[in-house]
């Protein structure tokens, strides 16, 4: 037995005064953290690895109990151990969004995970979030130059072609900085949303909240790297999702002339920064399964790019160069 997993059993054998019980791994999320199902008797718990040399478990429980305080669904922390990295949650199920996202289930879905990104926007926390600049927003952009382009492609990129990319990073870090801020879980989407009994959804992954852009979260759903829906139809739960914004407090009726594109270029920003995040995790950490997320992550932005004049020349080099490429490579 590898020796972190037998740290795990003997901490969990402590914590629940029981040597019976039995783990089973979870599939894991984009990170360094493993999850374990806890059978217990007749009790199941998850289990969270989070080796403290890569990641620091103290941003999730302070989400956590923040999200719970104000009535989300979220894991509840039975039991942690900061000093091993090791924390003890109630079991959520095992029914991701992912997985029922269906023609007839999936405006109830939508509209149970918008109903709750509603409070996370007008009721979640702000104080102590990290906040989403200009710093943060560009490191994420340059993921997809230098994990995507450069090292999983190959690409050498011409000074025309620095340019291009500089200066749609740019526009699209302003877009970001103008927008109201707010709570944003920052992984707001159908891999980590749960089919729960009420309150639904389930909420998972929030540990990366920051104070940021109102369109973000609303985009991450909305526009899934995993799962996709027609253009208009995502347009009109964006605007629905406007109204109810309008009606909470957090955004004004003002905004409506700006909203739609804050929404698309938002969604560039974050493709990208998706794009470059799921390269990284194939060449760096030898997880190659969201290799074939990108085609679809880079659509949204070849889709809605020539809307926007300063936008089109960057959707089509990701349309003329990027897909063709990702395409030889196979």
């Known amino acids: 037995m590898p020796e972190r997993l ?164 740019d526009r699209l870090a302003d877009n970001a900085l103008e927008q109201p801020r707010v709570c944003v879980h920052r992984d707001y989407h159908s891999r980590n949303l749960m089919l729960t009994t009420s309150p639904n959804p389930g909420i998972l992954d929030f540990q990366d909240a920051v104070l940021g852009p109102v369109t973000y979260d609303l985009v991450s759903l909305l526009r899934d790297c995993y799962i996709d829906w027609p253009r208009a139809r995502v347009e009109a739960w964006a605007r629905g999702y406007f109204d109810t914004a309008v009606h909470s407090g957090v955004l004004r009726e003002e905004h409506e002339t700006h909203f739609m594109r804050w929404f698309d270029l938002m969604g560039m920003q974050r493709h990208l920064k998706a794009a470059g995040i799921f390269a990284r995790l194939d060449a760096r950490d030898g997880k190659p399964g969201y290799l074939g997320d990108i085609p679809r992550t880079l659509g949204y932005i070849v889709e809605v790019a020539p809307d926007y004049a300063e936008m089109a020349p960057l959707g089509a080099f990701i349309a003329e160069q990027v897909l063709p490429a990702l395409t030889a490579k196979g």
């Open 6 to 169: 037998k740290q795990l059993n003997e901490w969990l054998t402590e914590t629940l005064g029981r040597s019976d019980s039995r783990v089973e791994p979870l599939a894991g999320d984009a990170s360094f953290r493993r999850y374990f199902r806890v059978h217990c008797g007749d009790e199941r718990h998850v289990a969270m690895d989070a080796p403290p040399d890569r990641e620091d478990c103290r941003p999730f429980i302070r989400v956590a109990e923040a999200f719970s305080a104000i009535g989300l669904h979220v894991p509840e922390i039975r039991a942690r151990d900061l000093d091993q990295g090791f924390l003890l949650l109630s079991d959520l199920g095992d029914r991701l969004y992912l997985d029922v996202l269906q023609e007839e289930t999936v405006d109830r879905l939508y509209g149970d995970a918008l109903g709750a990104l509603t409070i996370i926007q007008a009721c979640g926390p702000r104080e102590g979030l990290p906040p989403y600049d200009r710093d943060l927003l560009m490191r994420e952009m340059e993921l997809f130059r230098e994990w995507l382009l450069e090292r999983h492609l190959g690409l050498t990129l011409d000074a025309e072609a620095k340019a291009l990319l500089r200066a749609a990073f």
